[in-house]
């Protein structure tokens, strides 16, 4: 099991940026998948960012291609997703999730282990 926190969400306006991290104890940490996933109000939960237990796999929607950019450090078992050019079409509550996939799984259903979720709001 993997246990997960986020942090850095908060407000921010359009075009500025926002660093979320999703820090993780757990023995395993180094061995799972990680997505960012996200959920505004109405809409379903999607996946925006994964990268694969090393580092060297990626993946991102074509909402955020370019703007957001996501990573790990196995040493201090955190992840990060760096967020640039925000738009207010962000702004969702943002949660960080741990698979033992060895890809990068696509649906939620692949991934076990769930912070608590983190808000990043953008203003117009």
């Known amino acids: 099991q993997v246990q997960l926190v986020e942090s850095g969400g908060g407000l921010a306006q359009a075009g500025g940026s926002l660093r979320l991290s999703c820090a993780a104890s757990?023995?395993?940490?180094?061995?799972?998948?990680m997505g960012w996933f996200r959920q505004a109000p109405g809409k379903e939960r999607e996946l925006v960012a994964g990268?694969?237990?090393?580092?060297?796999?990626?993946y991102y929607s074509d909402s955020v291609q370019g703007r957001f950019t996501i990573s790990r450090d196995n040493a201090k078992n955190t992840v990060y997703l760096q967020m640039n050019s925000l738009k207010p079409e962000d702004t969702a509550v943002y949660y960080c999730?741990?698979?033992?996939?060895?890809?990068?799984?696509?649906?939620?259903?692949?991934?076990?282990?769930w912070g608590q979720g983190t808000q990043v709001t953008v203003s117009s």
């Open positions: 999730a741990a698979s033992p996939s060895i890809y990068i799984p696509r649906s939620g259903d692949r991934y076990n282990n």
């Open positions: 757990g023995r395993f940490f180094s061995s799972y998948a």
């Open positions: 990268i694969g237990w090393s580092g060297v796999d990626t």
